[in-house]
């Protein structure tokens, strides 16, 4: 018997009837849990792709007081990275089902970023690297502390949220932004307005990717499950720069904290609980307005088709939000009435 399946027999006594059979759900946690055992081995991070995943079905995730605020909280530049830490007045937030046995309690989070906008991001998505990328970290809470849980194979794991590109700031990254100004040297911290931390990272249920995966230190090797957002946290070009301007503990510019992409070795990447929105690894930031995207290719259709000037009208009204003489005011000798107003919908929203 696994020692997966040990924890769901844990306190069945003696003369007590025989468990009822698991569900296949349940049953696929177990599986999960148990290929640590061959695939918990390789180094993290690793490219993240779609169509190399498998689809597996679990229980849904279940999230418990991450919407609470904490009582405090303190940013620190540790001279590697930033790292979120808080202390709550009651149960910290913790995680419970989808894959896991046992609670998994809130740690801390950490971000990683580069020396520019191509780069920065620790897992690659479709072999390509995204600007930034935030760890939060969790911990089995029957281990009671995270050193603890670092020595067991089943002790902690790690939610991945990319960081995407957008015009707008992000007033929640905002208030992390503005205290790194006072923390650009190495070892110094600063206690910022609590706030929730729903109001930072997506919850995700279910449609996100799990693997198993190690993080080798000069001591010892720690096992780490992975689980990756397809939702990417949206945040401004101005506000990751500021990550580049943080010092480490020689006195450099603290930038490249990202660990190499390690290869596979054969390990299976999970698609848990997948949507049916299959096109592409990683979905739209919250707030994205995605038919516009689309409406744009519809409408390159209509231009390439016909001249239909009626046929223009319906698509382009679809998708417009503007006074029409907003956009007559923005017109360009060089291009046509519609092929101006779809330039404006795409790059000036």
């Not at 007081?65 to 940013?75: L, Q, S």
């Not at 992000?170 to 923390?183: C, K, R, S, W």
């Amino acid at each position: 018997m696994s020692e997966a399946q040990e924890e769901l027999m844990e306190g069945e006594g003696e003369g007590e009837e025989e468990p009822e059979e698991l569900s296949p759900e349940v049953q696929n946690q177990i599986w999960i849990r148990n290929l640590v055992d061959t695939e918990g081995i390789f180094e993290s991070p690793v490219d993240i792709n779609i169509t190399y995943t498998r689809e597996i079905e679990v229980l849904p995730l279940e999230w418990n007081n991450f919407e609470v605020p904490p009582k405090k909280i303190k940013i620190t530049n540790t001279g590697h990275t930033i790292i979120y830490s808080a202390k709550w007045g009651q149960e910290r937030p913790h995680l419970t089902n989808g894959p896991f046995f046992g609670k998994y309690v809130f740690s801390n989070l950490h971000l990683h970023w580069g020396v520019n906008d191509m780069e920065g991001s620790e897992h690659t998505v479709d072999s390509g690297r995204q600007p930034g990328e935030m760890h939060v970290v969790m911990f089995k809470s029957s281990y009671l502390t995270q050193e603890a849980a670092l020595k067991e194979q089943d002790g902690c794991a790690t939610l991945v949220y990319f960081f995407k590109l957008q015009e707008a700031a992000n007033p929640a990254f905002q208030v992390i932004v503005d205290a790194l100004y006072d923390i650009q040297k190495a070892g110094t911290g600063k206690k910022i307005e609590p706030f929730a931390l729903t109001s930072l990272i997506g919850i995700f249920e279910n449609d996100y990717f799990l693997y198993w995966g190690t993080v080798s230190t000069v001591s010892c090797t720690h096992y780490l499950m992975w689980l990756i957002s397809r939702v990417p946290i949206g945040v401004s070009s101005e506000q990751i720069d500021v990550l580049r301007y943080l010092f480490d503990e020689n006195g450099e510019q603290l930038t490249r904290n990202f660990r190499e992409v390690q290869p596979l070795n054969n390990r299976t990447v999970l698609h848990v609980n997948p949507s049916s929105s299959k096109y592409a690894t990683l979905l739209p930031p919250k707030n994205t307005f995605v038919q516009i995207y689309r409406c744009e290719v519809i409408y390159n259709k209509a231009l390439r088709f016909g001249n239909n000037n009626s046929r223009q009208d319906k698509i382009i009204l679809k998708c417009s939000y503007e006074d029409d003489q907003e956009i007559k005011k923005k017109r360009n000798k060089k291009h046509s009435k519609w092929e101006l107003g779809i330039l404006r919908y795409v790059f000036d929203w």
